[in-house]
């Protein structure tokens, strides 16, 4: 490691550096971000869950996003895996079902960019699917 | 995903460095290198259930987990995402799985500054640390701020210092830059000595670069450009951490010969401490790191104006000094926004003894002690009753049922009796003897005090023996009185800080608990069963069937009767050893 050399220095390097921890920055202050959570029982990885995830993360990423998207277990409706449970800042929880990859780019585009609702909202058959 | 896994030096005797082994081993066999990486952090304050993992971003927070469970958790958590529920945290109340540290009561009420990095960076990574905004308080104050604005906002900010006195940390700071001299140093005390005490330790273990560049601001406001860490040496881990992190800090160029391309220079040395409890007091401690006895000076001077080797040395605490880059990132402002009005910022404390999570905290000053007891504590062990709560070690008093509300600030203590100091709290409930804990505490001191002044090397060990003779059954009600003014005279006129303020747990106890002391004194009695000599061992003749077995298991002698008739115990003769009421088949013995 070279020196650093004035404060504009440290900036640069601390720049660098934010993204190996912005992963525990955000989940320290989940309320303030989008929370996203996605089903991965053994059904929902059967049914594509874990490509869904990853997508997630790559393209919030790109498109600029904060977003904090974790894994859950179960969320007790198989009969529509792919799952994924939606928290935006300061709104109740919304769950969408039969999430492919294209619904995953509406729902970036529609919901969590604009809050404009789209098709395949499950009704919660339970309070919280903490 | 990440896994933190607490590296303090309560986990790591419980095998966290196994923990992070089994993880990375685990993780690697599945090729999940590039999915989840384990992080070895400072302690996350939940000791009680230690050792701690933690999985983020869902925060899910693993409590006493061994090596063996990390394949469980790869497994389970990082590949398939299902919690391992065996090892979630229990909610003691519901008694239901917790399954993230947000819905811990325990973590709720708390703010933390000063433990900001702990629990959450690798200490051992500078990195981690910069990228948490570290250096960026000692590169502002540096390029766009004078010496004298630096101290303003730390004087704005209204810190105290928390190694017990309580001191403005900024004026100490201006008096010190305007003492002229060729040389000054800056000292951090991390010698901690009160019983039960580890909050220093940890944020040195969990977030050593906070101090490392809160000296060199100091530094750089003071006019010095040396810093000493007095640190005890049975804080291996602590120390090991804080080397690691200098010499990082010198090869990054952030302590050494022109800082951030300025001409300021600063660096730090360790000294060690042989872990008197004297040696804190700030006097004893410059001698000690001189070469010369541990033994306090008569203040005036203030270390300030002639300390180390007669230089000006601005001596504070750990934990003050943690506070010092957020103050000067996020402004005085903000911080003085915190608390009450004339104590600013949280209060780290150590919370031990009967509580049931035992553990690191940090509040907001102005908690009060119910929050803290029972909402952060989670109340009294085994459903037992809340009798007091000993703050300031063996400075300080205890604190009882009608100081529960009270918010918590420097200020509120003294006047309560107690004190603030540097952090220890311990709990107490109905099975503890006030007396005896007075005792504890006097114990500490006589065996503490250097020797050097009258008042309390002889005045210490009289009350100590005054207390003894109460708790044996042998005390007076002029005892009691003496007690008092013993106390006073000890307290006027001892030398040092340690004099003045060791009589503070029996004058706290006589105030808050009179009944008990005066119980033990006219009826003999120890209401929480715990002075042995005051203990009564009789046979309820009723329930006693004659069997013998006591008689023939007393060592002294003690029990007679005849066979099949009720025996009797000579009180006398009795040891109160025990050993009658556990032969007992039929109940008949008790404990008045
Ligand atoms: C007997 C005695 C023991 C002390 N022990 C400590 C200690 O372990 N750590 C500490 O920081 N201050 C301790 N102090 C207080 C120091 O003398 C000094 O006031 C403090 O380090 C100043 O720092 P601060 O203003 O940041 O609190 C002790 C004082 C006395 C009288
Ligand atoms: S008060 Fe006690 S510790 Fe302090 S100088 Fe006197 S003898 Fe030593």
Redesign the pocket.
């Known amino acids: 490691m070279t020196k650093i050399k004035s404060l504009a220095d440290l900036r640069r390097v601390k720049d660098d550096l934010q993204e190996k921890i912005r992963l525990r920055e955000n989940a320290d202050n989940p309320e303030k971000l989008v929370q996203i959570k996605v089903g991965m029982a053994t059904s929902g990885i059967a049914s594509g869950a874990k490509e869904v995830m990853s997508y997630l993360i790559e393209e919030l990423d790109k498109r600029n996003v904060e977003a904090v998207v974790s894994q859950t277990g179960d969320m007790g409706y198989c009969y529509a895996e792919p799952t994924i449970e939606v928290i935006l800042p300061g709104k109740e929880p919304v769950v969408f079902g039969k999430v492919t990859l294209k619904k995953a780019d509406e729902i970036i585009e529609k919901y969590i960019k604009n809050g404009e609702l789209v098709d395949g909202i499950i009704p919660r058959n339970y309070e919280t699917i903490e | 995903m990440h896994l933190l896994v607490c590296g303090g030096t309560g986990c790591r005797s419980a095998e966290s460095d196994a923990i992070v082994d089994s993880l990375n081993k685990a993780i690697a066999d599945r090729g999940l290198e590039n999915d989840a990486k384990v992080v070895m952090t400072g302690c996350f304050g939940f000791c009680e259930k230690g050792p701690i993992v933690k999985v983020l971003p869902d925060n899910t927070f693993y409590t006493q987990v061994t090596p063996a469970d990390a394949e469980e958790i790869v497994a389970e958590h990082i590949y398939k995402g299902r919690r391992v529920n065996r090892l979630l945290y229990i909610n003691p109340e519901s008694q239901e799985h917790v399954e993230d540290s947000k819905h811990m009561g325990f973590y709720r009420k708390q703010i933390r500054i000063a433990l900001r990095n702990c629990g959450f960076i690798d200490p051992e990574n500078i990195e981690e640390y910069i990228a948490r905004d570290g250096y960026s308080a000692l590169g502002k104050v540096l390029t766009e701020m004078t010496p004298e604005e630096a101290i303003q906002s730390i004087i704005k900010s209204g810190l105290?210092?928390?190694?017990?006195?309580?001191?403005p940390?900024g004026l100490?700071w201006d008096i010190t830059r305007k003492v002229a001299a060729e040389k000054k140093y800056v000292?951090?005390?991390?010698?901690?000595?009160?019983p039960g005490?580890f909050m220093?330790r940890s944020i040195l273990e969990g977030d050593p670069h906070s101090v490392i560049e809160a000296m060199a601001i100091n530094g750089y406001c003071t006019g010095a450009s040396y810093g000493l860490v007095y640190i005890r040496a049975e804080y291996p881990l602590a120390i090991n951490r804080l080397k690691t992190a200098i010499g990082q800090a010198r090869e990054y160029g952030l302590l050494g010969n022109g800082i951030l391309g300025t001409d300021f220079s600063f660096d730090i040395e360790l000294r060690y401490g042989a872990g008197a409890?004297?040696?804190?007091?700030?006097?004893?401690?410059i001698h000690s790191m001189e070469g010369m006895r541990g033994e306090?000076t008569f203040k005036p001077p203030f270390p300030s104006e002639s300390g180390y080797l007669g230089y000006p040395t601005n001596?504070?605490?750990?934990?003050?000094?943690a506070n010092i880059p957020v103050i000067i990132t996020k402004g005085p402002e903000w911080f003085a926004s915190i608390g009450t009005e004339k104590s600013k910022g949280t209060k780290v404390f150590a919370l031990a003894g009967k509580i049931n999570n035992v553990g690191l905290i940090e509040v907001p000053m102005g908690t009060t002690l119910r929050e803290v007891i029972y909402e952060i504590g989670g109340g009294i062990k085994d459903g037992k009753n809340f009798k007091a709560v000993q703050t300031g070690g063996?400075?300080g008093g205890c604190l009882t049922t009608k100081h529960l509300d009270t918010p918590i600030d420097y200020d509120n203590l003294l006047a309560a009796g107690s004190m603030m100091g540097?952090g220890g709290m311990i709990v107490m409930d109905e099975d503890d003897c006030m007396v005896s804990i007075a005792k504890f505490y006097l114990e500490f001191t006589v065996e503490?005090s250097c020797g050097k002044c009258t008042p309390c090397r002889v005045g210490n060990k009289r009350l100590h023996e005054i207390l003894e003779k109460i708790t044996r059954g042998e005390g007076t009600m002029k005892d009691l009185e003496k007690l008092r003014n013993l106390g006073q005279v000890i307290k006027d006129t001892a030398l040092?800080?340690?004099?003045?303020?060791s009589p503070n747990p029996v004058l706290s106890n006589l105030d808050n608990f009179w009944d008990e002391f005066v119980e033990h004194v006219t009826e003999k009695k120890c209401r929480a069963g715990q002075c042995k000599h005051l203990l009564r061992y009789v046979i309820e003749p009723d329930a006693c069937v004659g069997c013998t077995a006591c008689a023939r298991n007393c060592p002294v002698n003690a029990i007679t009767g005849e066979r099949k008739k009720a025996h009797e115990i000579n009180q006398e003769i009795c040891i109160k050893c025990g050993a009658c009421v556990e032969k007992c088949k039929f109940n008949a013995i008790f404990v008045r």
């Not at chain 2, 105290?160 to 001191?167: E, H, L, S």
């Not at chain 2, 000292?187 to 009160?194: F, L, Q, S, Y």
């Not at chain 2, 001596?315 to 000094?321: A, H, L, P």
């Not at chain 2, 040092?496 to 303020?501: F, K």
């Open positions: 105290r210092g928390r190694g017990g006195g309580g001191f940390t100490k000292v951090c005390n991390a010698d901690e000595g009160d005490a220093d409890f004297v040696c804190g007091e700030e006097t004893a401690l306090p001596v504070n605490n750990v934990e003050t000094y063996p400075s540097s503490e040092c800080g340690l004099g003045q303020t």
